[in-house]
């Protein structure tokens, strides 16, 4: 190998990383090299705490037995399957125990490999209903500012993240937004549901009554925005959207991809609020992260709907090389049963308490302007540096690193999401670490 060569072997440079600053990892590369239940292990041989289960998708800890087990078992036995026309019977063992765990009335499930294709496949299945069922005026899909469904056409139309959008075109049309809900003049320093903001559900009202109802397929809303920085709903809002899409015949789909299977203290947030939306988003948490795999699960009134027609026909023009791969299917499965066996779909309320006590120890320390906490999730607002934004969150993200702690960032806002195995030491130590952090920085 000429020397040029070798050098281009050995570099960091070829890989671009997503979601990333490429050039400042590069300079100073963070590499994981193993990992263990609650723990990274670095290059450097050093342990750092995950307190955001990987990108929110470790929940049941990191190299679990069973799932690890059940992935090598299904490699040697049937490492992959055709997804269209033919079938496997994992796929179909899975689809049947996601259901039983759903709200009811859900009661199907399609498969996907990230949470951005489980949006894409959602936002296509509503507005495919519609026209199955002879309605094919509802073209128009809402979504939310701030909320974040996925990196794909479909996700960022609906999606209001501004860099996520502004760079990419025109986008889907027929879109529009409701407001977000985050408001700190009203409700900084609320544990779960904030106070105020309920009658931002009836900005739905308002786009319905401008567009005219009959022509909207579906809302899109993550019962709580999580990329965004942690926003839980307002009392009562989620309630008065089910209404509203009632009233109107839309489609609420719920992203659960953050907040589905024991985030919350509940397997769903549609628990959590008692609400069920006709379509929910999954992914994540699904695999526990090992293996890349989404669901989209749905009501019967909508997979009924596409089944009429000639029966040799397929009837929903959709799908993957990859849906319900055998070897996600096994980790699904796995996972199901870990979650089952250590009560982990529950075990975040038993902890919410004093989770939200520690995140709200951090009241006070410099630059700290909001706390916000539901079930295993927190978020740390801070003060943005003047003409500087992110900086801020980004030090402390370094620094955390530098102390043996794993934590995400959102603009200025760090998000938590540990595992739903933590023990109350581990949430000691992440508090601990941050008031140290916080105390220290510029
Ligand atoms: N919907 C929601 C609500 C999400 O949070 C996606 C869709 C897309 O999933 P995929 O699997 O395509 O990435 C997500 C992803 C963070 C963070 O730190 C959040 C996500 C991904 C990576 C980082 O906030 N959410």
Redesign the pocket.
Known sequence: MSSSKAAKSNSLDSFWMP?SANRQFKQTPRMFVAADRMHYTTSEGNQVLDATSG??CVNAGHRRPKIVEAVAKQVDELDYAPAFQMGHPKAFELAARLVQLAPDGINHAFFTN???ES?ETALKMALAYHRVKGNGERFRLIGRERG????NFG?ISVGGIVSNRKMFGTLLTGVDHMRHTHNLELNAYSRNEPEHGAELADDLERIAALHDPSTIAAIIV?PVA??TGVLPPPKGYLKRLRKICDKHGILLIF?E??TGFGRLGTPFAADYFGVTPDIM?T??GLTNGIIPM?AVLVKSEIYDAFMTGPEHLIEFMHGYTYSGNPVASAAGLATLDTYEEDGLLTRGSELADYWADAVFSLKGLPHVIDLRTMGLIGAIELEPIAGEPTKRAFTAFLNAYDKGLLI?T?GDII?LSPPLIIEKTEIDFIFDTLRDILKNLD
């Open positions: 979601f990108l929110w990230s949470g951005s949006v974040y469904h996925g990196v996700g993550e999580g990329s992203d991809v953050i988003v992914a994540k989404g995400r959102t998000a």
